[in-house]
T-cell receptor, first 112, second 112 residues
Framework: GESVGLHLPTLSVQEGDNSIINCAYSNSASDYFIWYKQESGKGPQFIIDIRSNMDKRQGQRVTVLLNKTVKHLSLQIAATQPGDSAVYFCAENQGGSEKLVFGKGTKLTVNP | SQTIHQWPATLVQPVGSPLSLECTVEGTSNPNLYWYRQAAGRGLQLLFYSVGIGQISSEVPQNLSASRPQDRQFILSSKKLLLSDSGFYLC???????????FGSGTRLTVV
């Protein structure tokens, strides 16, 4: 569901490590999922998406995994860099809806 | 290519004053349009969305209203601002359901 009033969970990693950011989605009818990256003071930027007929999709240094059985989505970032420090949001498109429902976000901090 | 413009970038307004934030999209036709608000360190709250000219869906009852006078123009308004209207306002567009949003750069509104 929507995440308006919640403080963001945080994840701190060392530069060069792999990062995994998790997201539990709410609706079993959701058929499209996206990860966004939001840097401070900026609008969210699209990272990667996946449709429900897939369970894995890879981009440049990022991988999204979808487990429909437990309604879980994850974003893996390989060789995390300081520029990856940001808040990451997952979003789901619930079947039949024109809206994306955003998760609560995770703040990723990359330590040099 | 498609672009989204949102202005102003920052705005400081006194309590009780009116508000008008504008968002325009270029390079596409009949986009879905969205207004979100984000409190500091929080998630994304959907305020309004529109799937066509003159069609507005309101998600949260509040002191704000939205209008879509032209296909690629989305306006967020208030007749009298409250302190609680402060936040980061984001406009976004999408082709249709099942596709990701592209966000604008946001407007930081401070009501004093």
């Amino acid at each position: 569901g929507e995440s308006v009033g919640l403080h963001l969970p945080t994840l701190s990693v060392q530069e060069g490590d792999n990062s995994i950011i998790n997201c539990a989605y709410s609706n079993s009818a959701s058929d499209y999922f996206i990860w966004y990256k939001q840097e401070s003071g900026k609008g969210p930027q699209f990272i990667i998406d996946i449709r429900s007929n897939m369970d894995k999709r890879q981009g440049q240094r990022v991988t999204v995994l979808l487990n429909k059985t437990v309604k879980h989505l994850s974003l893996q970032i390989a060789a995390t860099q300081p520029g990856d420090s940001a808040v990451y949001f997952c979003a789901e498109n619930q079947g039949g809806s024109e809206k994306l429902v955003f998760g609560k976000g995770t703040k990723l901090t990359v330590n040099p | 290519s498609q672009t989204i413009h949102q202005w102003p970038a920052t705005l400081v307004q006194p309590v009780g004053s009116p508000l008008s934030l504008e968002c325009t999209v270029e390079g596409t036709s009949n986009p879905n349009l969205y207004w979100y608000r984000q409190a500091a360190g929080r998630g994304l709250q959907l305020l309004f969305y529109s799937v066509g000219i003159g069609q507005i869906s309101s998600e949260v009852p509040q002191n704000l209203s939205a209008s879509r006078p032209q296909d690629r123009q989305f306006i967020l308004s208030s007749k009298k601002l409250l302190l609680s209207d402060s936040g980061f306002y984001l406009c976004a567009w999408s082709v249709r359901r099942g596709y990701g949003y592209t966000f604008g750069s946001g407007t930081r509104l401070t009501v004093v």
